[in-house]
């Protein structure tokens, strides 16, 4: 391709609106432009690197003996309101009328509507187990979406759905896409991790996320540095800690004015911020309140906490009048004596002993309290988040943290769906069976984002040769005065489209400086400049991208295509 007959808007200005390093990079390339909130045009450079992800992921797709279909991207509602998800999805959802006052939706998934099509085609267990996948657009309609590509409310997803007659056959089919998303995502050439990860508003059982790794990443992971362990944060259990110490001290009030954290209760008390115990007050299951207990320097892990039963869920924070009234004092003073509502304990918080909390009265805390003693022993439950330096789950290691832009969700979704749509098909006996179902999800759109995240310099953007727009860029100086140059150039356009190679030949007579500052902005992975000055000792001037310095090379046109196709 020449850059003279490609739309390639490139810009030294970094866009006002770009927050994070791809979408800057995005837009300054010409990869993409905005057209409204969270809505992306692919201009024909970004678009090329969007097929290419889309490519690896339906060659690995299919090997795995997947099959493609492409469903409606507007659902009507009744599907979602069998499964219950009309009213959960909430705002997130883009819901819309027809012509006939009709309800639908622009679908953000598609567990409904591949569940209702088996159902209409699939009857006997002899047609099971099958595995339908796409790659659509979908519309999740985000409350903030500032982050390009990464928070876009329109964006391509692949999204496969599997069906089994029992949970063995699902299990099994949940590695096979394990092992197809290895391949995808090994083949793309970025570094990821697989992590445990909670199931969402998706239901399900067993539940793992892809995440390329990125200082930027929105989700914080859980590693461990003695095994491979890993897990989103949110979903990392903690291990229970070591027993309790014996109490030495005595519970006594003390003056706190203007104390309300436990950070400022310490610092005032001249102790370690572990050894105070504050407590969440959250709505309960039965519609009363509910204390969890936690340690002072540990955060409330929400997911884990509306699974226990006496909580409500979705995890509700009881509002500051109603403490006030229940507890006779404002939030930051509350205290496990004489505490007017049940305690539930992280495992940390219920090892402390002579702990710092609230006196339930204003301007006060208690110190040298103890449970059993000075209150009931507490109900334990694994309540919080995972902190660095923490064992790992597996016993192997401690945790360290890393940052991950997810990329991909597989799910043991079980009968969640084909229950809901009322699925049944006959087993070998005749009987009829709800069928199992499973759910592998891919950011097809995103992972251009991730990939830019983890793959740039201070010049711009560092494909990795997979998903590159083009493997070779030539970069011809004094294309209009020199028929050296000239000849050499277009011979090894020539040749390269001849071998395979994708080329983009720039020829739009720019001064080198800045079709330099082009191909390494738009990350192209190899590039040949040919000038009057190197063809003279028979040598092209060549650079990897990802070198820091460019070198003499004979201009073999087919050991130099070699070498580009290599990587």
Not at 262 to 283: D, S, W, Y
Request: hydrophobic share 40%; glycine share 8%; proline share 5%.
């Amino acid at each position: 391709m020449r850059l003279s007959h490609m739309l390639v808007p490139t810009t030294r200005e970094t866009p006002a609106e770009a927050e994070l390093v791809s979408h800057q990079l995005m837009l300054r390339a010409g990869l993409i432009r905005r057209l409204g909130s969270g809505l992306y045009t692919w201009m024909p450079m970004g678009l090329r690197v969007l097929q290419k992800i889309t490519a690896i992921v339906r060659e690995e797709m299919n090997r795995a003996g997947a099959q493609e279909v492409l469903m409606p991207s507007v659902h009507p509602a009744e599907l979602w309101q069998a499964s219950g998800r009309w009213d959960q999805m909430g705002a997130e959802m883009l819901r819309l009328k027809d012509r006939h006052k009709r309800d639908y939706c622009y679908g953000p998934t598609h567990e409904e509507v591949v569940t209702h099509h088996v159902k209409q085609d699939v009857r006997s267990w002899k047609q099971l187990p099958l595995n339908l996948y796409q790659i659509q657009t979908k519309f999740r309609d985000e409350i903030r979406p500032r982050f390009g590509l990464m928070r876009a409310r329109e964006f391509v997803m692949k999204d496969a759905y599997s069906f089994h007659m029992d949970h063995d056959d699902l299990a099994r089919e949940y590695g096979v896409m394990r092992l197809a998303y290895q391949r995808i995502f090994d083949r793309l050439g970025v570094d990821y991790r697989i992590v445990q990860a909670d199931t969402g508003n998706i239901g399900g059982t067993a539940s793992e996320e892809f995440h390329v790794v990125a200082g930027a990443g929105e989700d914080l992971l859980a590693v461990s540095d003695g095994s491979p362990y890993a897990a989103n944060v949110e979903a990392a259990p903690c291990v229970a800690s070591s027993a309790r110490a014996e109490a030495r001290q005595t519970a006594q009030d003390v003056a706190t004015p203007g104390r309300a954290t436990c950070a400022a209760v310490a610092e005032l008390l001249a102790l370690p911020l572990e050894q105070t115990l504050k407590l969440v007050v959250v709505e309960g299951s039965d519609g009363n309140l509910v204390a969890l207990a936690l340690r002072g320097d540990h955060e409330l892990n929400e997911i884990k906490a509306e699974r226990h039963p006496a909580v409500a869920a979705p995890l509700q924070l009881a509002e500051g009048t109603r403490i006030e009234s229940v507890f006779g004092c404002a939030p930051g003073y509350l205290g496990v004596r004489n505490c007017p509502v049940p305690v539930i304990a992280d495992h940390s918080a219920a090892a402390l002993a002579d702990f710092v909390c609230g006196a339930n009265r204003h301007d006060f805390h208690t110190t040298g309290v103890n449970w059993g003693r000075d209150c009931p022993e507490p109900e334990v439950a694994d309540l919080r988040n995972i902190a660095e330096g923490d064992p790992s789950p597996d016993g192997k290691g401690h945790i360290r943290f890393l940052r991950g832009i997810e990329v991909g969700h597989i799910f043991q979704l079980g009968e969640k769906y084909t229950r809901a749509l009322e699925l049944t098909v006959l087993d070998a006996e005749g009987a009829s069976v709800t069928p199992q179902m499973g759910c592998y999800g891919i950011g097809v759109s995103r992972i251009a984002a991730a990939v830019v995240e983890q793959c740039h310099d201070d010049q711009g953007i560092c494909w990795p040769q997979a998903v590159a727009p083009f493997a070779l860029v030539i970069c011809p100086i004094g294309l209009d005065r020199s028929e050296a140059v000239r000849a050499a150039t277009e011979q090894l356009y020539a040749d390269a489209q001849a071998a395979g190679v994708e080329v983009l030949l720039d020829d739009r007579g720019l001064r080198p400086g800045v079709m330099f500052a082009d191909s390494e902005l738009l990350g192209i992975p190899h590039r040949v400049v040919i000038g009057d000055k190197a063809l003279a000792d028979g040598q092209y001037e060549y650079r990897r991208r990802s070198d820091s310095e460019a070198q003499r090379v004979l201009s073999d046109h087919a050991a130099l295509l070699d070498r580009i196709r290599a990587g």
